[in-house]
């Protein structure tokens, strides 16, 4: 799941990152994302009820990768 299988950083299901995987997610009215930094064991899920909110959501992964690496 964790391997790149096409350019772009996705492995099955997953988005790679430098030191974590996860996914995000977005619907009508809410966006959303779970990531997890296997190095310190540490995970992280957001729920906001809010449209596009990308900017916070990878806001919040690179700060994971920031403190959790």
């Known amino acids: 799941m964790v391997t790149a299988q096409v ?3 996705f ?5 790679l990152g430098a030191g974590c ?8 009215g809410f966006s959303c994302f779970s990531f ?3 190095a310190s064991g540490t995970a992280a899920a957001v729920m906001t009820d809010a449209e596009d909110c ?4 990878r806001a919040l992964i690179a700060l994971g990768d920031a403190e959790w690496t």
């Open 7 to 9: 350019p772009g950083g």
């Open 11 to 15: 492995g099955l299901g997953v988005e």
């Open 21 to 28: 995987y996860g996914h995000t997610g977005q619907n009508t």
């Open 36 to 38: 997890v930094w296997p």
């Open 54 to 57: 990308r900017d916070t959501l």
